[in-house]
């Protein structure tokens, strides 16, 4: 089985990557593949809320968003992870969330309103990280996951959140939470 996994994290060998990392090993050792894509690697633009998705089901934005909504498409799992910045996903991981406003205007103009409430057989799973120890620390991004992953049709199946990770590569040093991140990603693929 593939995953695909979205980075929403702009840091080069930060926490997130660690993190992802670890997961990867997860899915590899039980058999599974991954694709991982740097969202910060890629030019995608803000949703300018044109309504065009709203008639065609469609983003008229061309550019490095285009290719991901196929592969979306394609995916049996998705992996979309980010650190947590001001209490929600960083800037990157928000403008592609909001880029699948059109996956959600698609489904509204393709299925039944019974369709759309079946439950989708393809999983997604949310990855995070954050400085503090803030109780309500994932709160907000968690929420932005769930509706995310119901705008392009998959079920929220799972999380992974490690709270007290702040300096680069620090995540290196929390065994417990990388071997929590392998189980993770064994029940990723199971
Ligand atoms: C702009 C910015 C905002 C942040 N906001 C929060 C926050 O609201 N709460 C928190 O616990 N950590 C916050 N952090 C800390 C990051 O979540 C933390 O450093 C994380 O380990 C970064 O992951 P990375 O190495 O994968 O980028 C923020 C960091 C930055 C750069």
Redesign the pocket.
Known sequence: MNVLIFNG???KK??????LNAVTHGIRKNGGREEIIRLADLAISPCSACGGCDKTGKCIIQDDMIPLYEKIDQAERIVIAS??????V?AQTKIFIDRTQAMWSRKLLSASSKQRDEKPKRKGFFVS??????EK?FVGASLTLRYCFDAIGISFAEELLV?G???????AEKTDEIERAKEFGHQIIK
């Open positions: 994290s702009p840091r930060g926490n997130t990557e660690i993190l650190p947590i910045y001001f209490y929600g960083t990280v954050a400085a503090t120890r803030g620390v709270k990770v702040d300096k680069r590569g620090e995540m």
